[in-house]
């Protein structure tokens, strides 16, 4: 059974939960989101596979979880990216946020997420349980469509967004 890690509001573990149990009853725990840009800018977005437990079919960063118990969370980021997306590339941490969203399905995330960002221009392979589709898009057209198309993306990614969207511009991720 996967686990996820218990913390408090300024990241202190507090214990392991189940993770199914933690988001049943909506229990603050450790997250990350990794958000890739090719040299261009563009970031990859991924589409959410319909069978995910929570935001199937909904576009989203290029990957998302939980760290396990004795796993740093950077590491965590790496692994999931080689596991949802095939591929591997430097992450730098740029900032982490605590949301609360409420599902459809009884379930809500309650994370503090670590948000991390790298850059990658090769070949993408995606794991089907995972990721329905995939694909580049500039970061004005996400913008904008985030602004009048929310419903279409997950709600941690409507939140991180615009923080992402202010980091890139800082820091002029492009060729």
């Known amino acids: 059974m996967e ?7 300024f990241d202190n573990e507090t214990g392991l939960m189940e993770k199914m149990e933690a988001h049943e009853k909506a229990m603050l725990h450790r997250a990350f989101s990794v958000f890739i840009f090719n040299k261009d800018g563009d970031m ?3 589409q959410r596979a319909l069978t995910k437990y ?3 079919g ?3 960063n290029a990957c998302c979880s939980h760290p396990r118990s004795g796993e740093t969370t950077l590491h965590a980021a790496i692994r999931r990216l080689q596991e949802e997306m095939g591929f591997s590339t430097a992450l730098e ?12 399905n009884g379930l809500t995330e309650y994370e503090f997420d670590h948000v991390f960002a790298g850059t990658y221009d090769g070949p993408v392979q995606v794991n089907e349980a995972e990721v329905q589709a995939y694909q580049y898009r500039s970061m004005e057209n996400i913008y904008a469509d985030l602004m009048v198309e929310k419903h279409h993306y997950t709600a941690w990614f409507a939140i991180a967004f615009p923080k992402v969207y202010d980091w ?3 820091n002029k991720i492009s060729a």
Do not use: C, N, P, R
Request: proline share 0%; net charge negative; glycine share 6%.
């Open 3 to 9: 686990s996820v890690i218990l913390v408090d509001e």
């Open 44 to 46: 990859l977005l991924q």
């Open 54 to 56: 929570h935001s199937g």
């Open 58 to 60: 909904l576009w989203t």
């Open 93 to 104: 941490k740029v900032f982490d946020f605590i949301y609360k969203a409420g599902f459809d």
């Open 168 to 170: 890139w511009k800082e």
